[in-house]
């Protein structure tokens, strides 16, 4: 049997610290998988699902988007995906009974810990406007409302479609097309708050948004360099590449403003001598200043042109644009400004330098460290130039790899969630259905909070994720949310965003990956694609967790009958009925899905094409890689300030807590902790077991408060501080955005710590 749910709320928060770990996986995580498994699904529903992750004829983890290699464990999952797999497929049961005892107001006072552990919501589910607390409401009503206030906008750009990346390709699909059709490009998603400084940096270099290696070409790689990523903790299966890399005589490198416990040692799980003794990882740790990397990477290129035959001339000449100009401003790179940018000693860039000239198959791993910053877009440009001068773009063992987050976000942009949709994709779109999409662009994330908080929006549908939760700046964001007329959450569990709600609010419960998906032409099996461009299907293979349950792509279908009505001429009801159908138009439609179905029915899928990669020829307007020269910038953080970043603890995905431990960073039973260096913390006469508010400054003069942390000395880069995410989203103002981008910079806000009297 499955345990209850906590009760009380608000769930203490009582951190208690230890020093940090230095290795990751190994017997613990065993231990505490099995832990979290049972206390949400119960000991055989435990053996049953977690046996089907992953596998050829399973369900795709709802947690990271890390590719599974072509021979599979019996046991291909995580510790951290088998939690994410127990958070869906639990026992437990949020009811209509359980709204009509919890109204808005009591619900808008509860942690997103004790919310989100209540369990699988049951029923649609509407409130009214004045309305105290939802009730339960038919599917066909629920569809009438958001066709009333859909089609009562004065413009279809008053409506704004959020998707989180868990969708699968064909409920994207759709949903995008809906969206269009309805005739908008408001299309915001996570990556607009995760890895589209990635994707516009890269479209813009390489002329393609998405990495370039496959996990063979990291098996084969000499270096191995991740910048801003805690693989130990949110990509865990990544860690058995690396070793697998490590093995094979790969070096590693990792560059990050803390010791990460992932980095340092890992201790497989899978085989026997890992679990004893593991493997370590990180040949050189370079404890960067968070923000100072594009500094550290201008100063290896300016390197690199000074050594010797380090250049790849041909590939340069060959395939390069822009080389003149870059090599100039790298060549002014400057030792002294680097240090202080970095906080770096001389010696460890030197060692750093050694290893990339001995190295002739580089690749760079990066995820949110390198994303969330003002300079975030420059930054990657710098890593494209890096790779670029030693020809590591467009060869076996080499290349760019930014990690992916949600299961499904770099599935969902190429299915054309996209608020910047390409003209050539609208075309195909527009001859597949005959409709006439709107060309202009749509609002992205923080566009779409600007837009209700202005009245420039009114109705908000998301599909899945947590909207307020995951967004920048609570305080305005949550009021934008209420300003608006309807707000409509898709989703399996419940979150904030369904307690801070519109004028009228819907909830809409939806099958997840582990839920048995039928319609009428049958069982159906959706499908995803990888961090690495891979496509495959995912089958639930659970009973749904209640009857009145619709999937993704049945809501869009029905939502769209009920809003275009007869003035569509998609085949909505075709849709619904069999996937296989949309499939077939996104083979019309969207380049290197040819042939979709019959493709999709091979085991293990099939790989999307990458023209660099697989033809080193680069899309771009040139046909060339182009190399970039932005002037160099990092944070300057005024006299006696922090640069705060926001990240995830062990237990949690994204805004989903599952527990209140960060195990490998040795913080057990709260959340609301503040590492700081003990120098720092010296200064400020910040005892280890203080509590200090955390206040966010602005360049505006405004500020921001997260007030009750615990202060844990900890040796992070100093100048530096790290609290979790999403309690600190406070702090961090929205027009806090990275250039070109516009991702929240939420990994460099500048904080000033406040001692307060314990809470
Ligand atoms: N279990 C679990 N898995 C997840 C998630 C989860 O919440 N839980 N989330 C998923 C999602 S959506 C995403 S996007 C990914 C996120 O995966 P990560 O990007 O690994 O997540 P964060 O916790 O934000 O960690 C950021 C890392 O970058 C480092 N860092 C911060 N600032 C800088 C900097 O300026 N320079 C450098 N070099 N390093 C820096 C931090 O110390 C930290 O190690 O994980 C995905 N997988
Ligand atoms: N300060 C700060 N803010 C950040 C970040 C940070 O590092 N620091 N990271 C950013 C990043 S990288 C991301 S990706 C965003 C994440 O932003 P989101 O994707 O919006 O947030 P999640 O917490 O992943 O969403 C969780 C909710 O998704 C719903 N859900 C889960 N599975 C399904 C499903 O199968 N279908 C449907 N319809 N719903 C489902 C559940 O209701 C659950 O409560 O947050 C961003 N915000
Ligand atoms: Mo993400």
Redesign the pocket.
């Known amino acids: 049997m499955a345990s209850k749910p906590p009760t009380g709320d608000p769930v203490q928060d009582a951190p208690q610290v230890a020093p940090p770990q230095h290795a990751a996986a190994g017997l613990p995580a065993i231990g505490h998988t099995l832990k979290i498994s049972q206390q949400q699904m119960g000991v055989a529903r435990t053996a049953r699902t977690l046996l089907k992750v992953n596998q050829k004829d399973g369900f795709d983890c709802?947690g990271c988007a890390w590719p599974e290699g072509d021979k599979r464990h019996i046991a291909e999952f995580c510790e951290n995906g088998a939690k994410a797999v127990a958070e869906?497929a639990t026992l437990r049961r949020v009811t209509p009974d359980f709204f009509a005892a919890h109204p808005l107001a009591d619900l808008a006072t509860r942690s997103g810990y004790w919310l989100?552990q209540q369990g699988r919501i049951t029923h649609p589910m509407y409130a009214a406007q004045g309305a105290d607390r939802y009730e339960p409401v038919s599917w066909e009503r629920a569809f009438e409302i958001i066709a009333e206030e859909l089609t009562a906008l004065d413009s279809p750009d008053e409506a704004v479609f959020y998707t989180?990346?868990?969708?699968s390709n064909e409920a994207a699909f759709l949903l995008q097309l809906f969206a269009r059709e309805f005739g908008t490009n408001n299309l915001p998603d996570?990556s607009n708050?995760?890895h589209e400084s990635s994707g516009s940096a890269l479209t813009e270099t390489i002329g393609i948004g998405k990495g370039s290696v496959s996990l063979e070409d990291l098996h084969r790689a000499d270096l191995i360099i991740v910048a801003g990523q805690n693989p130990g903790t949110n990509h865990p299966r990544m860690l058995s590449a690396l070793e697998k890399a490590k093995a094979a005589g790969a070096k590693i490198i990792s560059v990050n403003p803390l010791p990460e416990a992932g980095l340092e040692r890992f201790k497989n799980p899978q085989t026997p001598l890992g679990m004893l003794k593991g493997a370590a990882l990180t040949d050189l740790f370079l404890q960067i200043r968070i923000g100072g990397d594009q500094a550290l990477f201008r100063l290896l290129n300016k390197l690199i042109l000074d050594s010797d035959g380090a250049v790849d001339e041909r590939f340069v000449r060959d395939h390069t644009h822009g080389y003149e100009e870059f090599a100039a401003a790298a060549r002014a790179a400057d030792w002294e400004e680097t240090l202080a940018a970095t906080g770096l000693e001389r010696g460890e860039i030197e060692r750093a330098l050694r290893m990339v000239l001995d190295s002739r198959r580089t690749i760079v791993c990066w995820a949110?460290g390198l994303t969330?910053h003002k300079h975030s877009v420059p930054t990657i440009r710098e890593v494209v130039n890096f790779l670029l001068l030693r020809g590591n773009i467009g060869r076996p063992g080499a290349g760019v790899c930014p990690v992916r987050?949600?299961s499904n976000?770099q599935g969902d942009r190429t299915m054309g969630i996209f608020e910047r949709p390409s003209a050539a994709f609208l075309d195909a779109l527009d001859r597949e259905f005959g409709i006439t999409s709107p060309r202009h662009h749509g609002f992205d994330v923080v566009r779409a909070i600007q837009a209700l908080r202005d009245g420039k929006a009114k109705v908000f549908f998301a599909?899945?994720?947590?909207?307020v939760?995951?967004?920048?700046d609570t305080g305005v964001t949550e009021a934008a949310m209420r300003k608006a007329r309807l707000t409509v959450h898709?989703?399996?569990?419940?979150?904030r965003s369904h307690a801070v709600t519109g004028r009228r609010a819907l909830i809409l419960p939806?099958l997840?990956?582990t839920d048995k998906d039928v319609q009428e032409a049958g069982k159906q099996f959706v499908t995803v694609e990888d961090s690495m461009g891979l496509v495959h299907a995912s089958r639930g293979n659970l009973p749904p967790a209640s009857p009145h349950l619709l999937s993704?792509p049945a809501i869009v279908a029905r939502m769209a009958r009920a809003v275009l009505g007869a003035a569509s001429a998609t085949p909505w009801e075709e849709f619904e009925r069999d996937y296989a159908t949309i499939r077939d138009s996104i083979a019309r439609v969207v380049p290197g899905f040819e042939d979709f179905n019959a493709r999709i029915a091979r085991p293990g899928g099939f790989a999307l094409p990458h023209a660099p990669r697989d033809e080193r020829r680069f899309p771009t307007p040139t046909g060339k890689a182009h190399f970039t020269a932005a002037p160099v910038e990092y944070p300057q953080v005024p006299e006696g300030r922090l640069l705060l970043q926001?990240?995830?603890s062990h237990d949690q995905?994204?805004?989903?807590i599952y527990g209140l431990d960060d195990r490998y960073r040795g913080i057990k039973g709260g959340r609301r902790v503040v590492l700081v260096h003990p120098d720092d913390a010296a200064v400020r006469g910040l005892a280890d077991g203080a509590y200090a508010d955390l206040v966010s400054e602005w360049t505006d003069g405004t500020e921001r408060r997260a007030a009750g942390f615990r202060v844990v000395h900890y040796p992070t880069a100093r100048g530096c501080a790290a609290a979790y995410?999403?309690e600190?989203?406070v702090l961090?103002p929205l027009e806090a955005t990275a250039d070109v981008s516009n991702t929240?910079a939420?990994?460099s806000v500048i904080v000033r710590l406040e001692q307060s009297p314990p809470t």
Not at 463 to 467: C, D, E, I, K, S
């Open positions: 709802p869906e989100g989180s990346g868990r969708t996570c708050m995760c949110m969330q987050g949600h976000v599909m899945g994720g947590n909207f939760g995951a967004t920048p898709v989703s399996t569990k419940l979150n939806t997840g990956r993704e926001t990240l995830r995905y994204n805004t989903t995410y999403p600190t989203n961090v929240p939420s990994k």
